[in-house]
């Protein structure tokens, strides 16, 4: 079992940046895939970024490349979200996921685990 608990979510001026964490409690997170998904208002969760247990792999939605940064501190049973350069279509509650399985996963199938999310809201 994997417990996740994500932070740091605001609200940001355009262009602004905010960085999300992602606590994760259970033995079993240094040997899981992490991931970020957003769920805008009246549309369907959206994947974000994922990141190999190991960290050494990556993937980013189109939408997000060149803004945003995942990483994670197995020391610290944390997943960073680093946004940067921050849109007005980039409000939305960001979810923290994680799943067993080796790899990164763009699919919220892929996820066994998920937070309860933080709000993002950013201004024009």
């Known amino acids: 079992q994997v417990q996740l608990a994500e932070s740091g979510g605001g609200l940001v001026q355009a262009g602004g940046s905010l960085r999300l964490s992602c606590v994760a409690s259970g033995s079993r997170f240094s040997s899981s895939s992490l991931g970020w998904s957003r769920q805008a208002p009246g549309k369907e969760r959206e994947f974000v970024a994922a990141?190999?247990?190991?960290?050494?792999?990556?993937s980013y939605a189109d939408s997000v490349k060149g803004r945003i940064t995942i990483t994670r501190d197995n020391a610290k049973n944390t997943v960073y979200l680093q946004m940067n350069s921050l849109k007005p279509e980039d409000t939305a509650v960001y979810y923290c996921a994680a799943s067993g399985k080796y790899g990164v996963g763009t699919r919220e199938s892929w996820y066994e685990f998920w937070g309860q999310g933080t709000q993002v809201t950013v201004s024009s």
């Open positions: 990141i190999s247990w190991g960290g050494g792999r990556t």
